[in-house]
């Protein structure tokens, strides 16, 4: 009786080793206050490479029917062993709406087609307007009544995703929220989005990552200066790519490989990411840095993610089905 006993304790401890060490390796964090730059400031959290992060972004009145303010970004996180010549790899395994509403607007004074406020013109300014858009998340869709218009109602797909992953930019610096850069920050890219691999490069120990920023809904460019503007639930992974630094943020999924390129004139963010790209290219997959220039020229493509931040944002991005294998 003692050795059945001894043996079904055994396959028990079997059976269940598996999830105690998940859970061990899964944080869950609700969080509280939410920060409106992007700087080295005292850690909400720590975690160590490989754990599991289930949170959320934070809520605030700017996602309510009446509006108010913005509640910031979560972070900045702490990652145990990160440095500088190091990349911090996040796993975004799980990107969702957790409410039925998602604002957005036009504003006269922000927006890829607004009039520029540091600039008189003579056209008139455009209205502002705060749409509601309803996420019928059971569908997977977004629904906004158009009282205006012919069409009289909108259903689109909807395609979750983070504004906003960042690192503490470099030195002392100390970004507001609405900035993208080397850094990560405000990108603003569809790109960033359920089952993909996000990599940024680190310019402190403890990289000090945030994220924020949901959209429930956000076409290229974010020409009117909002994405269908969600909270989300999240899921990430964080791991490290040791003793390999980048200079720019990079993008994985399951055909592509990214890089998000960030600054002002446009030409200039297209060109950061190309170029990263190219060096991407050459330093993991084997490629002549010309010849990969020839093949990116032909096969590639490319994104404007944002037209409205204080700097612009551009994907580059080369088909993974053209790597070595």
Known sequence: MGIIHDLRCWLFAIVLFPFVVQAQDTIRFTPKIGYQAFKVREPVLRLKPGQVLVSETLMGGYYTEEGGAWPGEVGPIYIEGATPKDQLVIKLLKVRPNRDLAPARVNPNFGGLASDVRVRLLNPPIPDIRFLWWLDRKRNLGVLELPKSRLGKIEAPLAPMLGRVAV???NEESFPGLWPGDFGG????????????VYL???????????GDGHALQGHGEIAGTGLEATMDVILQFDLIKNKPIDWPRIEDESYLMVAGSGRPLIDAFRLAH??????????YGFDRWEAYQVLSQVGTSTVANIVDPQYTVVAKFPKKYLPR
């Open 168 to 170: 503490a930019p470099k």
């Open 275 to 284: 170029v990263e790209l190219i060096e991407w290219l050459e330093q993991d």
């Open 186 to 197: 405000n990108m603003d890219a569809p790109e960033i989005r359920e089952g993909v691999t």
């Open 201 to 211: 490069p680190i310019f402190h120990d403890g990289a000090y990552f945030y994220f």
